[in-house]
């Protein structure tokens, strides 16, 4: 079954126990019950709007209606979520105190509780949005090898998704926080934009400025470069400056770290893209510490412990909005965020630097990731946080 048929399906069953619970028990005017039967399914309906408006030429604050769009969005979910353990623990207690099930039913009770269940699925959406649009959180990790020549400070960005609702102001904020770390390079590792070089122009000024003091900033593909058009991203990545690392690598100076990239390997292979580690790493050193870049938290054919020290992914946004996290959790085969050990190879997977859809994060904070790696004695090789 098509996704967007099985949403359809899915958007008029929660709109049609929504619409019945709030306003199907009581007294209500006409005006009343359509006015909230429209708001439920204009709500339901967001994403396709604001995907469409995205394809627009607005200017203005009209750019940022898709993320009222999509704030609709998460705001009836949640509505129906939190309505929904509120049912069912309200029938549990009810059973426990032998109460009749039918006093969920009455309509002046029904109506109190419904106006509580309405304030409070706002404030939780509200806490979503303060969470997507706050700067995100710094982490830090040590990361010690005896492959490592020079202490060096490497920070990873992950799914920006920058598109026109995305103001230069914020990308210019956030390039500010990465400089003011002093990295020694910039790794980005996919779903950086969501629209077309020419409509991210300005965005894209901003984002060049990660190359203050001659830094290297390294990219590859995700996913979201792939529905925005590779070849174009690929040519504006590269005329930024920056090292477009599409089945590439090369060392970071005399590190002794080799810094290598592929593209979105399930993306890529719906375009029958290939997938070509050993080109990745040809000019690898036997001796050298490589860090591949792979969207997708998948081990790509080819890698193993020998060739590769540390994989860093994005991709699954933590889940980016509780419940999500044990789908995403389930569909990335176990994987969600953090430090993993996939075939004996180390993997980071972050829970991304910005968001996509609804602007909101739910216990699934966003991250600019430090990776301190440093030279260490022979016998040693660890990963501590």
């Given at each position: 079954m098509p996704a967007d048929i099985a949403f359809l399906i899915v958007a008029v069953a929660m709109t049609a126990i929504t619409y019945k619970?709030?306003?199907?028990y009581g007294d209500y005017r006409w005006y009343t019950k359509v006015g909230f039967l429209l708001f439920l399914v204009i709500g339901w309906s967001a994403p396709f709007f604001g995907f469409a408006l995205r394809r627009l030429d607005l200017s203005g604050y009209m750019v940022y209606l898709t993320n009222v769009f999509y704030f609709l969005f998460g705001f009836v979910f949640f509505l129906f979520i939190i309505t929904f353990i509120r049912d069912t623990f309200w029938m549990i207690i009810d059973l426990v105190r032998r109460v009749p099930v039918n006093e969920m039913k009455n309509p002046d009770l029904l109506k109190k509780v419904n106006v509580w269940t309405l304030a409070v699925s706002l404030l939780f959406c509200l806490y979503g949005v303060y969470e997507a649009e706050k700067m995100p959180a710094v982490k830090n990790y040590d990361i010690s090898s005896p492959k490592i020549k020079e202490k060096t400070k490497?920070?990873?960005?992950s799914d920006l998704h920058i598109d026109v609702d995305v103001s230069p102001k914020t990308i210019e904020k956030l390039v500010a926080r990465v400089n003011g770390l002093k990295p020694d390079a910039v790794v980005i590792v996919g779903d950086t934009v969501d629209n077309s070089p020419a409509k991210l122009y300005k965005q894209m000024q901003e984002l060049k400025k990660l190359e203050?003091?001659?830094?290297?900033?390294?990219?590859?593909?995700g996913n979201h470069e792939f529905y925005a058009g590779p070849r174009d991203w690929a040519l504006s990545f590269a005329g930024l400056g920056f090292d477009f690392l599409n089945n590439y690598g090369g060392a970071l100076g005399n590190t002794g770290i080799y810094i290598a990239g592929i593209p979105d390997i399930n993306a890529a292979a719906r375009v029958k893209m290939p997938i070509k580690v050993q080109n990745a790493l040809a000019r690898a050193q036997k001796d050298d510490f490589v860090v591949m870049l792979s969207h997708t938290p998948k081990?790509?054919?080819?890698l193993t412990a020998e060739?590769?020290?540390?994989?860093?992914?994005?991709?699954?946004h933590g889940g980016q909005i509780y419940p999500f996290h044990y789908f995403v959790e389930i569909a990335n085969d176990g994987i969600l965020s953090g430090f993993y050990n996939k075939n004996g190879i180390k993997m980071y997977v972050s829970r991304g630097t910005r968001y996509w859809g609804p602007p909101m994060r739910i216990?699934?904070?966003?991250?600019?990731?430090v990776f301190n790696l440093l030279p260490a004695p022979a016998k040693e090789n660890k990963a501590a946080e």
């Open positions: 619970t709030y306003v199907g490497l920070v990873m960005l203050q003091d001659g830094r290297r900033v390294y990219i590859v593909l081990i790509a054919e080819g060739n590769v020290d540390l994989q860093l992914s994005g991709h699954t216990f699934a904070p966003s991250e600019i990731t």
